[in-house]
Structures are given as structure tokens and as C-alpha cells.
């Protein structure tokens, strides 16, 4: 691979994390006078719970030296495919869609619910591209993408 094409994917790496982060903030401020007010609803309470239940146990079965916010893998990085993993490819990117439907209800508006969309999106080209790259990364990953769904067990 080109030094200019590593760029470029580096680049667009950069780019999606960014508008990740961007978007949770986002929804972190359309959710903040609810939240302060006091006005959170049990709902809520689960989704936000249910992520970061996801989330720990995902941490347990993918350590942080081998975890990377950037789609690329890490050098040296282990393909992982217990615990969540064994349904899940990307078990992170599941808590984060959870803990944005908690932020985008407790807002309660449809701007928030379209952050929550574009989030989605952003989280489905962020996979693709890592999916792409962790195929070139580990071979063995080709078949587990065949026994394991994106985001969704059973389904998606």
C-alpha cells in the first residue's frame, strides 16, 4: 500500500471517529436540561444500563491494548471471538447505539432522533471499512463474519 493511500485511510478513519464523537455530544447536549431537571424516564434508566452492561463485558473479553477507537486494527491486535464477540462483531458500536437512544429519548425531539440516525450511519460505514481492513488484517476473520451478525444478534 501508497504512503498516500495509508493517508487516505487514516484520513477517513479520523473523519468517521470524529463525526462519532461529534454526534454523542450532540445528543449529550439536545438530552443535558432533561437530564438536570431531573425528568429521566425508567426507559431510559435500561438503555442506559443495558449499554454499559454490553460495554463491560465487551472490555472483559477485548482488553484495552487490543481495543481502538480508529476502525484500523491495531499492529499486533488479536482477532477476538468470545463473549460478545461470538454473536457480535462490533459489541462496542452496539452500547454506543444504546446509550445514544437513551440520550435521543430523553430528549424527546426529532433532531435528537436524527442525530441518533446519523449516528447509525456513521457506525455502519465505521464497520464496513474496519470489516474490510480486518480482513486484510486476520485472515481467520472472513469466517467469522459468517457465523456472527454486525449489530444485532440473529438478525442485522
Not at 464523537?21 to 442506559?48: E, N
Not at 454490553?54 to 480508529?70: C, E, K, M, Y
Not at 491495531?74 to 459489541?91: A, D, E, F, N, Q
Amino acid at each position: 500500500m501508497s504512503l498516500f493511500q495509508e493517508y487516505r485511510r487514516q484520513l477517513g478513519g479520523s473523519l468517521l471517529v470524529l463525526l462519532q464523537f461529534g454526534l454523542l455530544l450532540w445528543l449529550a447536549v439536545m438530552a443535558a436540561p432533561q437530564f438536570l431537571q431531573g425528568r429521566v424516564a425508567i426507559t431510559c434508566w435500561l438503555l442506559a444500563l443495558l449499554s454499559g452492561a454490553l460495554a463491560g463485558w465487551t472490555l472483559l473479553h477485548n482488553r484495552l491494548g487490543n481495543f481502538n477507537i480508529h476502525p484500523a486494527p491495531k499492529s499486533g491486535g488479536v482477532l477476538v471471538t468470545s463473549g460478545p464477540y461470538r454473536w457480535l462483531r462490533h459489541p462496542m458500536y452496539g452500547a454506543v447505539l444504546l446509550a445514544a437512544a437513551a440520550l435521543a429519548l430523553l430528549s424527546g425531539s426529532l433532531s435528537a432522533w436524527l442525530a441518533w440516525g446519523a449516528l447509525a450511519l456513521v457506525l455502519w460505514v465505521k464497520a464496513h471499512l474496519e470489516e474490510h481492513w480486518l480482513r486484510e488484517h486476520h485472515p481467520a476473520y472472513a469466517d467469522y463474519c459468517k457465523k456472527s451478525k454486525r449489530f444485532l444478534p440473529w438478525l442485522l
